[in-house]
């Protein structure tokens, strides 16, 4: 679907759809097959790394398979890093573009930490920001919790609903730090998280909404921990998600989003990281300068950044549709990156489309919607 300003006037919606087919199941030997490498420096956050390519990233065993089948992706913890150098990282994007209509889960057992450590599982769409991204999984230094959040251009508010269980922190999603909500539940980040054996989240990009899941590993529904890698989901009996975005007058989602990728990335110190103010408040005393840069990535890189990586036993995404995903090349460093669609139907639902000037009738097993669209 090519980029347009979508004003939905809804006009009912007679269900929901609660099951999932499996379309990508990324793990073990072939999960770096539906990846693209970044292959340049931190140009976005400002932080001070390297994002390496494929063939430096395997070299340098920055991105491998371990012996219990899961992935690592890390941050350099081997090499001494000279003055005003950056130290080598990951960032990874899916090949894929995921429309509405679909679920991504992934199981991880650790996640980066320790002081200047930026992590982040997110998304985003083909024209970065105008195309909408989600954070999934993103914390900074020692924070004990992960947060989630909605980035937008101007005009989509998040109002909180009262079945999210997580924490709204700002409600702005066209902000620099988005509509943010802090996880309430324990174990989501830090030393916690692999402590409890890590965690899986799940995320419902819909046009209903945007939904986000977390379960510690004691926690997990049946529905998820009995499934497999070809095998539909079940998300009825999930129950209230950590963040909720519900679409409605306050942010029409199918107008700020479009289809989405999928990102890992590490980067150090950075726009958020390593601002002083929020580096001192837990990092201060972590080196004898007080400063992000000099104190960690500077220098040696055990132990500092020996907590710094990713363990992760799959990523699954799943659609309501029927159509196979195409993929697209996404390997050169840029924020307008353009692709084919993962899960086409954007109601994901059966539908038939009747277009008379300008509007949309659309007539899906869900119920009945107007479009109006303009260029």
């Known amino acids: 679907m090519s980029r347009l300003s979508r004003y939905v006037l809804a006009l009912c919606v007679l269900g929901s759809v609660a099951g999932f087919d499996i379309i990508r ?10 990846w693209d490498f970044y292959g340049f420096r931190d140009n976005l956050t400002l932080g001070n790394v390297t994002w390496v390519d494929y ?3 395997l070299s340098q065993r920055l991105a491998y398979v371990n012996d219990a089948g899961n992935v690592i992706l ?17 960032r990874i994007t899916t090949q894929d573009f995921y429309d509405f209509g679909s679920v991504w ?9 320790g ?28 924070m004990p919790n992960n947060q989630m959040a909605l ?51 799940a995320t419902q990009f819909d046009v209903s909404g945007i939904y986000i899941w977390f379960w510690s590993r004691p926690n997990i529904p049946p529905s998820i921990t009995q499934a497999n890698s070809t095998s539909s989901i079940d998300i009825s009996t999930w129950g209230p998600p950590s963040a909720s975005y519900p679409a409605g007058s306050n942010c029409n989602v199918t107008q700020f989003f479009t289809p989405q990728q ?22 201060s005393g972590a080196g004898p300068t007080g400063n992000c840069y000099l104190d960690n990535v500077m220098g040696p890189g055990s132990p500092k950044y020996d907590n710094a990586y990713f363990e992760v036993s799959y990523v699954r995404t799943y659609t309501t549709g029927t159509s196979a995903p195409s993929s697209t090349s996404a390997s050169v460093p840029s924020a307008t990156t353009s692709g084919t669609v993962a899960a086409n139907d954007p109601s994901g639902a059966q539908r038939l489309q009747i277009s008379l000037a300008g509007t949309v009738l659309l007539i899906s097993s869900w119920g009945i919607g107007l479009y109006l669209i303009a260029a």
């Open 115 to 142: 002081c200047s450590v930026w992590p982040a599982f997110w998304s985003k769409g083909p024209l970065w920001p105008n195309d909408g991204e989600i954070d999934i999984i993103e914390a900074i230094n020692v």
């Open 25 to 34: 199941d990324y793990s073990g030997e072939s999960f770096f097959d539906g």
């Open 74 to 90: 890390k941050v350099d913890n081997f090499t001494d890093v000279p003055f005003n150098s950056t130290r080598n990282s990951i």
């Open 262 to 283: 999928l990102i890992f990335d590490i980067t150090l110190c950075g726009d958020w990281a390593g601002v002083p103010s929020i580096y001192d408040s837990t990092c």
């Open 151 to 201: 980035h937008t251009t101007q005009g989509c508010i998040h109002t909180t609903p009262p079945d999210q269980t997580g924490n709204s922190i700002f409600a702005d999603c066209g902000i620099p730090a988005g509509c943010t909500v802090g996880e309430s539940q324990p174990n989501s980040y830090e030393s916690g998280f692999a402590a409890a054996g890590g965690g899986v989240w």
């Open 55 to 57: 063939d430096t990233a």
């Open 105 to 113: 889960i992934i199981d991880a057992v650790h996640l980066p930490y």
